[in-house]
């Protein structure tokens, strides 16, 4: 009862950060959606794109770094009893300005051509889109710290040191787009290696 009281309480207050800071955008006479001028392309189309209270996506970059607050209670408090929720805000910081920067370039039509999921080359045009490329990283940013959190919690679990785990963290965390796959995959052949030394004869269904 209290693990579930202690979710409920993650829960609203996630809602709360997501509610205020929807707020602050709306509100906010400095928010624009500044569309692309000029044909694709061209200097004046590449120069501009969408705002968020009058910050452009590169300059908005460093808001992903609210994804180390995640990655240093990973490594260092693994057994804080309130680590889940600590974790979280990282990836609830970052899923909003995704969420913002998307729908802003959505709505703006700031697109250079249209998306093609169907090839590599669509994905490679759409990522060309600075704004594009900004929301790409974000989505990384939110869903590699939940890896580690997922590694963490099922370490304690099936008993893995976590000083093993901190090689995974660490893979997991370094340039998501490359190394982040990696963290995993070592966490998995980890959690198979110490699970097979414990001679549990169920350790893959664990």
Known sequence: SSRLTAM???SLWAYRACAALFVLFALSPDLTFTPRSGTPGSSSSKSSGVKLL?????????VTNASLISWVCLI???SWRKLPSAVL??????????TLIAGAVLISGNQDAKINFSCLEGIR???ANSDACFAGWLHYCVFDPLVGLGEVLDSRQVKVPHLLVV?????????????GPIGFLMYLTLRFIVLWSKDDGDYMAQ
């Open 167 to 179: 090689p995974c963290l660490f893979m997991t965390m370094l340039v998501g787009t490359e190394e």
């Open 8 to 10: 409920r309480r993650c």
């Open 76 to 78: 260092f408090f693994p």
């Open 125 to 127: 045009a759409m990522f």
């Open 89 to 98: 805000l990282g990836p609830v910081i970052n899923a909003i300005f995704y």
């Open 54 to 62: 009058g910050f452009s996506s590169e300059q908005l970059f460093p």
